[in-house]
C-alpha cells in the first residue's frame, strides 16, 4: 500500500511539471506545504522527489530547497589538466560514458575548456554556469588546494564529482571523488604475471619510478611477496611520451641487462604501446621472449600485435557513475561542505595474447 501510494505520488508531481503547473526553473512548494497539498507524508514525498531528482528532473539543495530544473538540463564536463598525457588519455575515454548517460537520463552536455577562467573571471564566469548548468564533472587529480577549477566549482554552487582522481584528492577537495584502487590494481597486473611464472619483471615508469600508490619500499615489498626480483635497476624510468625517448630508453635498458626480464608491466596502456617497437627492434617476441601489461585499459589495446593485456579501470563506466552521482546530488550535495561521497570504481585484469605464454623454467 504504502509503495502504491509513493509511486502515486510521484505520477502526480512528474505530471504536475510536464503539465507546466510547476514550470521549469520554478521552485516546489516547501515539504510541509507540499505534503499537505498532496495528502501524503513526508517520507512518501521524498521518496517521490528522490525519484525525479535522479531522473534529472530535479534538484534538491539545502539553501535552495527543491527546484524544477530549468531546460536544457545540461551538465559541465571539464578536463582540467589538458597538458598532461595520462589525464587527456583518461579524458577521452571517460567522456563516451558520460555521454551514454546524459542520453539516457534525457541530459545535455557541454565542454569546458580551461582559457575560460582567464578570459571572463571566476565570478562572472561561476554565475553564467550556475544558470545554465545542473552539475559539473571535472577529469583530473593530485590537486593542491588551491587550483581556479576549485575556485569555480566552488563558487557555482552546483554540485561538482571529481571522476578518476584520487583518495587524497577527496581530503584536499572536500568533493565527491569516483576513484580506481590503484594500489590494487596496479598489483593486480603483477599478480597476474605472476601467476604465468614471471619472476624477472622490469616496471616501466613515466618520469619518475614509484607511483600507482606505491613509493620505493613499498613496491620492493610488493615484489618480494610475489616472488619477483625487487632489484631497483629493473625499474625502467622514461623520461617522457616521446616515442623516440620510449624507444631509445627501454633498447638501451635491455642490452645493459646480463639476465633478461620476461616481463613488462607497464604505468599505462600508452606506455605499453611505446615498449611494442623497441623490444620488436631488438628481436624479441611479445610474449614467447618478452610478456608485456599495461595498465588503464584504452581501447586501442586490442587492435595491437599481440593485443595487449591490461587492467582495466573501466573509464567509460567511471563517466557513468559521475553522472549518475550528480543526478543523486540531493543525497550528498552540500554548499557549505562536507558529506561527499569517496567512491571506488571496480576494475578487472583484461588478458590478451600480450601474456599468454606461461614461463616454465620460472615456475617454482
Not at 207 to 236: C, V
Request: with cysteine; hydrophobic share 40%.
Amino acid at each position: 500500500m504504502e509503495k502504491l501510494k509513493k509511486n502515486q505520488t510521484y505520477d502526480r508531481i512528474r505530471s504536475a511539471i510536464e503539465s507546466g503547473q510547476y514550470p521549469r526553473g520554478s521552485r516546489l512548494p516547501a515539504e510541509p506545504e507540499f505534503c499537505r497539498q498532496l495528502g501524503v507524508s513526508r517520507v512518501t514525498l521524498r521518496s517521490a522527489l528522490s525519484r525525479l531528482a535522479k531522473e534529472g528532473l530535479i534538484v534538491r539543495t539545502p539553501r535552495n530547497g527543491t527546484m524544477v530544473l530549468p531546460e536544457p538540463r545540461k551538465l559541465l564536463f571539464v578536463n582540467a589538466n589538458p597538458g598532461s598525457m595520462e589525464e587527456y588519455n583518461s579524458c577521452l575515454h571517460i567522456l563516451p560514458g558520460v555521454d551514454q548517460a546524459c542520453r539516457q537520463h534525457g541530459l545535455g552536455m557541454d565542454l569546458f575548456d580551461l582559457p575560460l577562467i582567464q578570459a571572463n573571471g571566476i565570478q562572472a564566469l561561476a554565475e553564467k554556469i550556475s544558470q545554465k548548468y545542473m552539475g559539473i564533472i571535472v577529469v583530473t587529480s593530485s590537486f593542491l588546494g588551491h587550483e581556479p577549477i576549485l575556485d569555480l566549482t566552488r563558487s557555482t554552487g552546483l554540485p561538482a564529482v571529481l571522476a578518476h582522481a584520487q583518495e587524497e584528492d577527496h581530503k584536499i577537495t572536500g568533493l565527491p571523488v569516483i576513484a580506481t584502487n590503484v594500489r590494487e590494481a596496479f598489483a593486480d597486473g603483477l599478480r597476474h604475471l605472476a601467476c604465468f611464472g614471471h619472476r624477472q619483471v622490469a616496471t616501466v615508469w613515466l618520469n619518475f619510478p614509484y607511483r600507482r600508490g606505491h613509493n620505493k619500499e613499498e613496491y620492493a615489498a610488493l615484489l618480494d611477496s610475489l616472488g619477483m626480483n625487487s632489484d631497483p635497476k629493473l625499474m625502467i624510468n622514461l623520461p617522457s611520451c616521446n616515442e623516440k625517448d620510449a624507444f631509445e630508453t627501454v633498447q638501451t635498458f635491455f642490452r645493459q641487462q646480463k639476465v633478461q626480464p620476461t616481463a613488462l608491466m607497464c604505468y599505462s596502456d600508452y606506455i605499453a604501446m611505446l615498449c611494442y617497437p623497441a623490444l620488436q627492434a631488438l628481436g624479441l617476441r611479445i610474449p614467447e621472449d618478452v610478456a608485456i601489461m599495461g595498465y588503464c585499459g584504452l581501447p586501442g589495446r586490442t587492435l595491437l600485435t599481440p593485443p595487449l593485456s591490461t587492467v582495466d579501470v573501466g573509464y567509460a563506466r567511471i563517466g557513468t557513475m559521475a553522472v549518475e552521482l550528480i543526478l543523486r546530488a540531493d543525497e550528498w550535495f552540500r554548499p557549505e561542505g562536507g558529506n561527499a561521497p569517496l567512491i571506488y570504481s571496480p576494475h578487472v585484469v583484461d588478458c590478451r595474447q600480450s601474456t599468454d605464454q606461461i614461463v616454465w623454467q620460472n615456475l617454482q
